[in-house]
């Protein structure tokens, strides 16, 4: 079987234009002010750095804040060492790199700590301004490959988990309205989507036949009237806006003020250069994906294609 789908650079590009880099957040922790204040003029200009005075302190910011890159702490705090502090924040925030200070010679805590993970390393008080801004600089790059590791990994088991729920829905569905309901709600769950519709494609128009998923079980279809849809099937290619409420040609139509959609992603499903059908994926907030996501949608593209023209008529 041949089955196509159009390149997604345009798409690529515009998420990321939109996702440009962030500052890196810090939490930075000594129970003596001046350290602390010291530590965050350091960093500050290249990290979003918070402050603790102590490790309650700390923690109490890691919840309202959640996961940071870096994470500096004094080691002889009152109520709680750096390392205990530390190890507490291991379990819910594995990728986040550690760094001791330390004055004295706590030798069995900071060998314990770097033993089981827990600390990246350690740097002796009075610390050497560029050492420690190198020791950062590393720290921050081992979170970054991190992130990006576990994310392979996990988009990794999404990808194939989707595409095995979406060749069972090919195998078990009773007819076409109920293959087409199971796609949508598969593809919406992947990628968080308030709405995600799968609609037949039939002579370059769109069927009454279809199959839809909604966070809030109400939908609107207005995928007839809408021209990111209308050029999406004109072209063969998919078509997006990740920002609506910053595209002021799409912003005032009036679907879009009434669903509160924010950004949408239209895949046109072809099958030996025919479009048979149409994957509309919508949020009620400008598109999260990462570039990456879209490999993902190329694939489950090619296998809903697959699902649709092996299903016994």
């Known amino acids: 079987m041949e089955v196509e789908i159009p390149l997604l650079e345009s798409v690529k590009r515009q998420l990321m234009n939109h996702q440009r880099p962030k500052k890196p957040k810090m939490l930075v922790v000594d129970d003596e002010p001046d350290n602390l204040d010291l530590l965050y003029r350091t960093f500050r200009r290249n990290f979003n750095v918070f402050k603790a005075e102590s490790g309650v302190r ?4 890691l919840g309202d804040e959640g996961e940071v890159a870096v994470i500096i702490s004094d080691q002889r705090m009152p109520e709680m060492k750096g390392t205990e502090f530390l190890s507490k924040t291991v379990p819910q925030f594995p990728n986040t790199v550690r760094i001791i200070l330390t004055g004295f010679t706590d030798i069995e ?40 590791r576990t994310a392979e990994l996990n988009r990794a088991q999404a990808q194939t988990q989707l595409l095995a729920r979406v060749m069972e829905a090919a195998q078990v569905a009773a007819n076409l309205e109920s293959l087409l309901a199971t796609i949508a709600q598969a593809v919406g769950e992947q990628f968080q989507a308030d709405v995600c519709i799968l609609q037949q494609i039939q002579d370059n128009h769109l069927t009454p036949t279809k199959g839809d998923y909604s966070r809030t079980g109400v939908v609107e279809n207005w995928l007839a009237t809408d021209p990111i849809v209308q050029e999406a099937m004109t072209t063969g290619t998919v078509q997006a806006s ?12 009036p679907h879009y003020q009434s669903s509160g959609i924010q950004a949408h992603i239209n895949a046109p499903i072809i099958y030996r250069n025919q479009q048979i059908a149409l994957l509309s ?16 949608v190329y694939l489950v593209v090619q296998q809903i294609a697959l699902a649709l023209t092996s299903l016994k008529p």
């Open 281 to 296: 994926v919508q949020w009620k907030q400008p598109c999260q994906m990462t570039p990456d996501d879209l490999t993902t």
């Open 242 to 253: 990740i920002n609506i409420t910053a595209d002021p040609a799409l912003a005032t139509l």
């Open 58 to 61: 700390a923690l109490e910011i």
């Open 109 to 148: 805590d900071l060998v314990d700590a770097i033993n089981s993970g827990q600390v990246y390393k350690y740097i002796t008080k009075p610390w050497d301004p560029n050492e420690l801004k190198a020791v950062v600089e590393r720290a921050a790059e081992t979170y970054e490959l991190l992130n990006q």
